[in-house]
C-alpha cells in the first residue's frame, strides 16, 4: 500500500527547532519529489518546499529560506523537514507531500503532523 | 510569487444540484509544453487534502466524472456535476509552474 507516514506531534518553545518526518512505503523515494506544505489553524495551505528525492536537491520559499532544511534519507526511504527559530506564528499542522514526475501535483499527503510553538 | 484569487469563498448547494468554484491567476499558468499547470485539491473536515484535478483538466486516479476542470492561461473553474453529501469540505486551486507554488484561498462547500 503506497502511504506517507509522518511522525507524531510536537511541542516546542520559541526559538527552538522541530524536525518532522516523513516515511514513505509502497514507492521508492528517488523516483520522486517530496513537498512540504503547512497549514496554520483555520487557515489556508501554505508551499515550504520540496527536495528531489534523487539527487536531494532543494527549494524553499522565501519566507523559510535560511531557517528550514528539507533532507531525506534513501536508505530508509524517509523525508524530513526541519524549522529553526520558531516562532508562535509557526504553529501549524505540517504535510508532506508526493509529486510524481508527471504531472506536477502533490498526488499522496501525509496524514500531517502538528506542531506546537507555545512559552 | 503568483497570486491564485478563489471564487466564491463559500458556497451552499443542494445535494444533486450541480456547483461551480473559479480560480484566477495572476500570471499565466500555460507552460510551453501546452499544460496549464493548475491543480485542483479538496480538503475534507479532519483530513488531508487530495488531488483531484491536474493539469487543469486531467482527473486523477479514482476521482468520479463528476468532478470536471477546465480553464487555460490565467482562468480555470471547478465543476461538480451533482453535488453529494460527501463532496464537503474545502476546494483549493493550486499553481504548479514557477516556483513558489502557491494555493488559492480556499472554498467551502457545504450542503444545504
Known amino acids: 500500500q503506497v502511504q506517507l507516514m509522518q511522525s507524531g506531534a510536537e511541542v516546542r518553545r520559541p526559538g527552538a527547532s522541530v524536525k518532522v518526518s516523513c516515511e514513505a512505503s509502497?514507492?521508492?523515494?528517488?523516483?520522486?519529489?517530496m513537498h512540504w506544505v503547512r497549514q496554520a489553524p483555520g487557515q489556508g495551505l501554505e508551499w515550504m518546499g520540496l527536495?528531489?528525492?534523487?539527487?536531494?536537491?532543494?527549494t524553499y520559499a522565501q519566507k523559510f529560506e535560511g531557517r528550514v532544511s528539507m533532507t531525506r534519507d534513501t536508505s530508509t526511504n524517509t523525508g524530513y523537514m526541519e524549522l529553526s527559530w520558531l516562532t508562535l506564528d509557526d504553529t501549524a499542522m505540517y504535510y508532506c507531500?508526493?509529486?510524481?514526475?508527471?504531472?506536477?501535483?502533490?498526488?499522496?499527503w501525509g496524514q500531517g503532523t502538528w506542531v506546537t510553538v507555545s512559552s | 510569487d503568483v497570486v491564485l484569487t478563489q471564487s466564491p469563498l463559500s458556497l451552499s448547494v443542494t445535494p444533486g444540484e450541480p456547483a461551480s468554484i473559479s480560480c484566477t491567476s495572476s500570471?499565466?499558468?500555460?507552460?510551453?509544453?501546452?499544460?496549464?499547470?493548475l491543480n485542483w485539491y479538496l480538503q475534507k473536515p479532519g483530513q488531508s487534502p487530495q488531488l483531484l484535478i491536474s493539469?487543469?483538466?486531467s482527473r486523477a486516479s479514482g476521482v468520479p466524472d463528476r468532478f470536471s476542470g477546465s480553464g487555460s492561461g490565467t482562468d480555470f473553474t471547478l465543476k461538480i456535476s451533482r453535488v453529494e453529501a460527501g463532496d464537503v469540505g474545502i476546494y483549493y486551486c493550486?499553481?504548479?509552474?514557477?516556483?513558489?507554488?502557491?494555493f488559492g484561498q480556499g472554498t467551502k462547500v457545504e450542503i444545504k
Open positions: 507531500a508526493r509529486d510524481p514526475p508527471t504531472p506536477q501535483a502533490l498526488d499522496m
Open positions: 509502497g514507492y521508492t523515494l528517488t523516483g520522486y519529489f
Open positions: 527536495i528531489n528525492g534523487y539527487t536531494g536537491v532543494t
Open positions: 500570471q499565466s499558468l500555460l507552460h510551453s509544453d501546452g499544460y496549464n499547470y
Open positions: 493539469l487543469g483538466s
Open positions: 493550486m499553481q504548479a509552474l514557477p516556483t513558489p507554488w502557491t
